[in-house]
């Protein structure tokens, strides 16, 4: 398999997640696959193997490490842009799930957050920082406790 086939499969095996989360949130089928984390968890075991392909078995640039020069290096082999894309793909989809999961234990309307978790799904940390706004206008603070 070629590194952009590799590349497209991990990108297309997250898109039904997301698309769970924006279309049916509250079905069963978002519940046990979504919000039970099974999801994520299927994406993190292949981030897993494409880091220990890196690390154990060389399938990295030689210079790659915890440096800044390392982490250019990392990125200037394929496998790990696939492993830190993977890496983005994997946390992308925890915080949108998460933000899925607790807007509904809040009653927060799904049409209001959809912003967030289209944020989420296309910048991260982005959609974070506006979920957290919009339960500071609901009143419901930022605690991210979900008790």
């Known amino acids: 398999m070629s590194w952009q086939t590799a590349f497209t499969l991990i990108n297309m095996l997250v898109l039904p997640a997301w698309a769970m989360l924006i279309l049916i949130p509250g079905?069963?089928?978002t519940k046990?696959?979504?919000h039970s984390m099974l999801w994520p968890l299927v994406m993190g075991a292949i981030y897993t193997v494409s880091l220990v392909a890196a690390m154990g078995f060389g399938v990295s640039d030689p210079e790659a490490g915890f440096t800044l020069s390392g982490v250019t290096a990392l990125f200037q082999h394929p496998n790990g842009v696939i492993t830190g894309w993977t890496h983005f793909l994997v946390f992308d989809l925890f915080v949108g799930a998460w933000i899925g999961r607790d807007s509904q234990r809040l009653s927060v309307p799904h049409w209001q957050t959809l912003p967030c978790i289209l944020f989420a799904f296309?910048?991260?940390?982005?959609?974070?920082l506006l979920y957290a706004l919009l339960r500071l206008a609901h009143g419901k603070g930022f605690s991210l406790h979900e008790t």
Do not use: E
């Not at 296309?122 to 974070?128: K, T």
């Open 32 to 34: 046990t696959l979504v």
């Open 122 to 128: 296309l910048f991260g940390p982005v959609g974070l």
């Open 27 to 29: 079905a069963r089928i």
